[in-house]
Structure formats: C-alpha cells, structure tokens
C-alpha cells in the first residue's frame, strides 16, 4: 500500500504544493495539483467573477494562479468591511516575516524596496529572518503614522501571486482585531 497524507486548502486548484525546510528554506518536495488530483468537498456557491490583473507566466508557473482569498465576511449576509487599526508593532512584522519564504525579495519590490537597499540588508546580517524583519520595519520606517497597518500592508502585496496563504491569512487576523 502507498503512503499518502490528506490536506484541507484553501483555493481549488491548480496551485503549487512545497515542503520547505524551515532552517534553509530550501524546497524538499514540491508538486503542483491540478483539478483532478483531489477530492472536492466543498459546497458549490455562486461567485463573482472579478477583472483580476494576470502575471504573464510560462506553462511550468501556471499553478500559482489565482490565489486571491476572501478579505470580507458574508457568512451571514452581511458584509463586514476590515478596519484599518493601528501601526504595525515589530513583533507583528516578526510574525508576518518568520511566514515569508523566497519570495520576500518579491514582496520587498511591492512595497517599492529598491534591490540595492535589500543588498545592503543582506550583506549586513546573515540571518534570514532577520533580513526579512529589516525589509518590513524599513517598509513601516517610510510610512506616515497611521499609514503602516496591516491592511496597508495586506494592499500593498495583495497582487503579488507568489504571497503564501499563510501570510495572508496572518495579515487578515491581523486587521480583525
């Protein structure tokens, strides 16, 4: 008998699915699931269909497409708008960066970081999560007050179709309380 492991996710495929190794954060598996590798449980509900902005991509990055969650909650009809909140804290910044993978050089060019500052960060401190930490405290060091919350955050990579659902998930946490 084969082996197998079962997962909940939350957007129907296509995606990329990838075990990543914490300390390196280097891939050790990686597979991308398509329509037909999995069992759909989910209850069918009618969806809008939104003019989303389409990276250009060639056939081996299809699966990354369409990762957009829901940031409004519908479950009882009503529509419930995120509220803005307060500056982001470094520990809070900690938290979203420890979530980031690789492609936190991508986020740092959404949040309009130039590469010779992440050079620079990455010459000085050899720690990756660190480095990531730097990234979004500079982020937050550019920003108004009141201007470096998360949903500042959250609509500044919104659009970014490499973004861990994790990240998203922390950030829309985040703007909930």
């Excluded at 996710?9 to 296509?14: D, L, T």
């Excluded at 037909?36 to 990354?64: H, I, L």
């Excluded at 980031?100 to 500052?117: F, P, R, T």
Aim: proline share 4%; charged share 35%; hydrophobic share 30%.
């Amino acid at each position: 008998m084969k082996g197998y492991f079962e997962a909940f996710f939350e957007q129907p495929p296509p995606f990329k699915l990838s075990l990543i190794e914490t300390d390196s954060e280097e891939t050790v598996w990686s597979a991308t699931i398509r329509e037909g590798d999995c069992v759909d449980n989910t209850e069918k509900k009618p969806r809008k269909r939104t003019n989303s902005r389409q990276r250009s991509t060639s056939p081996s990055e299809d699966e990354t497409a369409c990762k957009r969650p829901r940031w409004q909650d519908e479950s009882d009809g009503v529509k419930t708008v995120m509220s803005q909140g307060q500056d982001m804290s470094d520990k809070q910044l900690l938290q979203v960066a420890k979530l980031l993978g690789s492609e936190w050089k991508q986020v740092a060019i959404y949040l309009d970081l130039d590469s010779s500052y992440l050079d620079s960060i990455r010459e000085a401190e050899k720690d990756v999560t660190i480095q990531k930490l730097k990234m979004l405290v500079e982020w937050k060091r550019r920003r108004q007050a009141g201007q470096a919350t998360a949903y500042h955050l959250w609509k500044s990579v919104e659009d970014l179709d490499d973004l861990p659902n994790e990240v998203r998930q922390k950030l829309q946490d985040m703007m909930n309380k």
